[in-house]
């Protein structure tokens, strides 16, 4: 089983930056995805941003120019970076892998709150 375990999130004013972690319970090539989603307060699940295997990242049109994924092979951990962050980015991040086969994995999720 996969384990997909997110550093803490926290508390942000508005315009500041940051880094969320994700890190794997195994290598991160056996994915052909990895990134993030979000889920704010009474609003459903939605895509942040995400790595695919040939190096394409899809971005959500409210994030683009101020997030960023990266991903350190040696440590099993991509990262979520936020800079400029909104009062409307507080939600439960949540990493996903995905692997060929579409099986998909999920972490436990973790907040982050913009004061503005």
């Known amino acids: 089983q996969v384990e997909l375990v997110e550093s803490a999130g926290g508390l942000v004013q508005a315009g500041g930056s940051l880094r969320l972690s994700c890190a794997a319970s195994e290598s991160i090539f056996s994915f052909n995805a990895m990134g993030w989603y979000r889920q704010a307060p009474g609003k459903q699940r939605e895509l942040v941003l995400i790595?695919?295997?040939?190096?394409?990242?899809n971005y959500a049109d409210a994030v683009k120019g101020r997030f960023a994924i990266s991903r350190d092979s040696a440590k099993n951990t991509v990262y979520l970076q936020m800079n400029s962050l909104k009062p409307e980015d507080t939600a439960v991040y949540y990493c996903?892998?995905?692997?060929?086969?579409?099986?998909?994995?999920w972490g436990k999720g973790t907040l982050v709150t913009v004061s503005s």
């Open positions: 996903k892998a995905v692997r060929p086969g579409g099986m998909e994995y």
């Open positions: 790595l695919t295997s040939n190096g394409r990242t």
